[in-house]
């Protein structure tokens, strides 16, 4: 429901439909209605969300950014699985 309703006031104003009718032109040659977007996110169910984070999260995929002096790094490096 977040996301169909920021999609609606996401194109509130004249200039951002007109980027969205130019970005949807462009990338598949007609103008993708909101009805038809709401149905796509409608259908996506929690096993396609698993699904695509089980892809992208990965323990060997991960990094950490670490500021100032650390002497164990074997802790910090723990931190680092799925």
């Known amino acids: 429901e977040h996301s169909k ?6 194109l509130d104003t004249s200039d951002a439909l007109a ?4 970005t949807s032109l462009t990338l598949l040659n007609r103008i993708e209605t909101i009805e038809e977007i709401t149905k796509k996110l409608e259908a996506v169910t929690a096993q ?6 089980k892809d992208i999260f ?22 680092l699985r799925v």
């Open 5 to 10: 309703g920021s999609l609606a006031l996401s």
């Open 19 to 22: 980027q969205y009718a130019a």
């Open 48 to 53: 396609d969300v698993q699904r695509v984070a």
């Open 58 to 79: 990965k323990t060997e995929r991960l990094k950490l950014a670490v500021i100032g002096p650390h002497e164990d790094a074997s802790k910090l490096k723990a931190l």
